[in-house]
């Protein structure tokens, strides 16, 4: 299994970023995928995810009505469109994959990915 995130960098407040996360050496469309992030000195947090044929998806309440997760089954890859960014939301942003494919829920827990891309760094100053 391999997830390469791309697409992070700097941005200033207000402003808008897009991820990207290739997926290899699985059978992409039979997964949940998930977004989550480590800021500086905290935790992971999980902040948005989408089931396997993309109509669900689900967001942290930090990040609700500002990012917006999407994939495509045809190119193995799911995206995180980051607008309205805030100097919070700098962190490294992982790309993960749901342990079980026969669980179709979007999991808030990380622990039920198995796994996590090298992740991206996000930086939002300005």
């Known amino acids: 299994v391999q997830l390469v995130e791309s697409g992070g960098g700097l941005a200033q407040p207000g402003g808008s970023l897009r991820l990207s996360c290739a997926a290899s050496?699985?059978?992409?469309?039979?997964?949940?995928m998930s977004w989550a992030r480590q800021a500086p000195g905290k935790g992971g947090e999980w902040v948005a995810g989408i089931v396997s044929d993309g109509r669900v998806t689900d967001y942290a309440a930090s990040v609700k009505g500002r990012f917006t997760i999407s994939r495509d089954n045809t190119k193995n890859t799911v995206y995180l469109q980051m607008n309205t960014l805030k100097p919070e939301d700098t962190a490294t942003y992982y790309c993960?994959?749901?342990?079980?494919?026969?669980?179709?829920?979007?999991?808030?827990?990380?622990?039920?990915?198995?796994?996590w891309g090298r992740g991206i760094p996000v930086t939002v100053s300005s």
């Open positions: 993960l994959k749901k342990a079980d494919p026969h669980d179709y829920r979007v999991a808030l827990s990380l622990g039920e990915y198995d796994h």
């Open positions: 050496g699985f059978t992409f469309s039979k997964y949940v």
